[in-house]
């Protein structure tokens, strides 16, 4: 799939890092460090802007070794560049560590997975059929 960006960066265009990724990261650029305190949030820009086909959207998921071990994650996450877009893409930090964290121009701070979606179509009933569930939801079907 080829897809139009934008790169007003000072990095390379997001890549996969291996055969198997579903995932491009996504690097801070930014002119000075941004210093997060514990449980500080901030957007932090990225310098790209893309044109996605209709039917897709863009996920920003955070990067699993900054989120285990900085305590550093996508706050909205997965947030969604829907297609009609074409702002530049921003990053929704969040730091739950109890210690500050810096990020510098450059640092991988996201990851970006293209995925395709449909459109819903509500169909409003009086009654939804029965299933063996229920209502039973939030760990109602155990832990183990």
């Known amino acids: 799939m080829k897809i139009q960006i934008i790169n007003k960066s000072r990095h390379d265009l997001p890549n996969y890092e291996t055969i198997a990724s579903a995932g491009m990261d996504l690097r801070a650029n ?8 514990p449980l500080e949030r901030t957007i932090v820009k990225t310098g790209l802007f893309i044109e996605l086909p209709i039917g897709y959207e863009a996920q920003v998921r955070p990067r699993s070794g900054l989120a285990a071990k900085k305590g550093v994650t996508v706050l909205n996450s997965p947030g969604t560049v829907d297609a009609d877009y074409r ?3 921003g990053v929704i930090l969040v730091n739950l560590s109890n210690e ?4 510098e121009n450059g640092e991988r701070i996201a990851q970006l997975i293209i995925a395709k979606h449909e459109r819903a179509e509500w169909i409003e009933v009086e009654e939804l059929s ?4 229920g209502e039973g939801g939030f760990g109602s079907t155990g832990v183990k």
């Not at 930014?30 to 305190?37: G, Q, R, Y």
């Not at 029965?130 to 569930?133: A, I, L, P, V």
Request: charged letters at 30%; a negative charge; zero cysteines.
């Open 30 to 37: 930014i002119i000075e460090p941004i210093t997060l305190k």
């Open 87 to 89: 702002g530049e893409i």
């Open 100 to 103: 500050e964290f810096v990020i």
């Open 130 to 133: 029965e299933t063996s569930r």
